[in-house]
């Protein structure tokens, strides 16, 4: 069976589309997650609401958009192979899959973060939760890197200015995190 020319195209439509689905999904996740945890913070009234109305948001993100997001961009990803079956053979593609085999293992670990959540055993703090939530971007970038760039991977300045970039938003990130806590603790105070 020969497959139309417009196979590919559609092909990677639909991977980019499943992927980006997959990543919001991802991050979003983690999110939840942090949002999950640090509601053990609160008075214990409210814990209870809180944690029932995250659990129910966890499973309905995780079930009906994150790993649906991750089925279709893996089907497009094969679909796209059989159509450029060279690609396999390629360094670039290589990196490409070890990433993809990591955000892979990287999903399977949320579920298993979620189940604990949900179990009420997970010992994974906020900040952890912050800094697990970084993972999918530093993914992300290297993946389309990869994929732009090709066999012609950049090694310039230009390559660690973004890699700094990227470093500096999570670093960033953590900074205000922190900040925040400290200032709610402050007014907690007075």
């Known amino acids: 069976m020969t497959l139309p020319p417009e196979a590919y195209l559609w092909f990677k439509t639909l991977h980019i589309v499943g992927v980006v689905v997959w990543f919001a999904g991802l991050f979003y996740l983690v999110r939840l997650f942090i949002?999950?945890?640090?509601?053990?913070?609160?008075?214990?009234?409210?814990?209870?609401?809180?944690?029932?109305?995250?659990?129910?948001?966890?499973?309905?993100?995780?079930?009906?958009?994150t790993t649906p997001g991750m089925a279709v961009a893996m089907v497009m990803a094969i679909g796209?192979?059989?159509?450029?079956?060279?690609?396999?053979?390629?360094?670039?593609?290589?990196?490409?899959?070890?990433?993809?085999?990591?955000?892979?293992?990287?999903?399977?670990?949320?579920?298993?973060?979620m189940?604990?959540?949900?179990?009420?055993?997970?010992?994974?703090?906020?900040?952890?939760?912050?800094?697990l939530n970084e993972l999918p971007t530093l993914l992300l970038v290297t993946v389309v890197m990869l994929v732009v760039f090709k066999t012609q991977f950049p090694t310039g300045a230009a390559t660690w200015l973004i890699i700094g970039l990227v470093v500096s938003i999570a670093a960033s990130i953590q900074f205000y995190t922190r900040w925040r806590r400290l200032q709610a603790e402050a007014w907690a105070e007075l």
Do not use: D
């Open 80 to 113: 796209l192979l059989v159509v450029q079956p060279t690609w396999l053979q390629e360094g670039w593609m290589h990196a490409k899959l070890a990433c993809v085999i990591a955000l892979l293992g990287y999903h399977a670990f949320c579920y298993r973060l």
């Open 35 to 65: 949002y999950h945890v640090e509601a053990k913070n609160l008075e214990p009234s409210l814990q209870q609401p809180f944690f029932a109305q995250y659990t129910l948001m966890e499973k309905r993100l995780a079930n009906i958009i």
């Open 115 to 131: 189940r604990k959540l949900h179990a009420g055993t997970c010992q994974w703090s906020s900040r952890q939760l912050r800094i």
